[in-house]
């Protein structure tokens, strides 16, 4: 594998209406890489990620740190690659952060001290630690993300999947969540309609269109050549 941590061959996708939601998609993410997706709504950018942690199963192949996608993986896969979902409130559920955190390490089957060790350093890395208790109802837009953003990195997965993870947040609350994301190792994909937020953060672009990656390279060259701004 080396240091090659997603790679995607050929991924082809149709709805059972028969819409081709993907068209023969090639993709690597090596590690130390944060990748920007840009396209338009209904480019495939969401049906992208959600097969990179079998949510959905198209023709192709698609291997998260050296395995392959399948019904068989999927438990090993999801602790390796961690999704952070558009909205936040469909990954909160839990009556407080701290358990919210806590319940993915529980559900590895870890012991209480390894849980709460997780739960401690995922609310320190983005901030929260001096929230726990709060229900996640009570939190800001910004702090929910942030919540729901602990909960994936508590599995300590090599890699973070997130979806328009910017979307509703003001100003201050997008530019504190650069720097959580910032400070933190893993190899990121982001899906993103915002360049300067991609711009914090990526190494390289790459352009849905019609199901298809249609070009690659950095941040602010994809952005001009498609006029994404």
């Avoid at 969540?177 to 360049?195: D, F, G, M, N, Y």
């Amino acid at each position: 594998m080396g240091d090659t941590l997603i790679e995607v061959r050929n991924l082809t996708f149709r709805y059972p209406d028969g819409t081709a939601a993907l068209r023969d998609v090639n993709f690597l993410l090596h590690r130390g890489e944060t990748v920007a997706v840009f396209g338009a709504n209904g480019s495939g950018k969401t049906t992208f990620l959600s097969h990179l942690v079998g949510l959905l199963e198209g023709e192709g192949s698609v291997d998260v740190c050296g395995m392959r996608v399948s019904a068989r993986t999927l438990a090993e896969v999801r602790q390796r690659a961690g999704m952070l979902f558009q909205n936040s409130d469909d990954q909160i559920f839990m009556p407080t952060i701290e358990e919210d955190v806590a319940f993915g390490p529980l559900n590895m089957g870890l012991d209480s001290e390894a849980v709460r060790a997780r739960v401690d350093r995922a609310l320190s890395q983005v901030g929260l630690n001096g929230e726990r208790n709060r229900p996640p109802h009570r939190l800001s837009a910004g702090e929910r993300r942030r919540a729901a953003l602990a909960g994936v990195l508590a599995v300590e997965p090599e890699i973070l999947l997130l979806d328009e993870p910017a979307t509703f947040l003001d100003p201050p609350a997008r530019r504190a969540l650069v720097r959580t994301l910032r400070s933190l190792p893993q190899a990121k994909i982001l899906v993103t309609h915002e360049v300067g937020f991609a711009d914090a953060l990526a190494t390289r672009a790459v352009f849905f269109e019609e199901g298809r990656i249609v070009a690659e390279g950095g941040v602010r060259e994809i952005a001009d050549r498609f006029d994404w701004h």
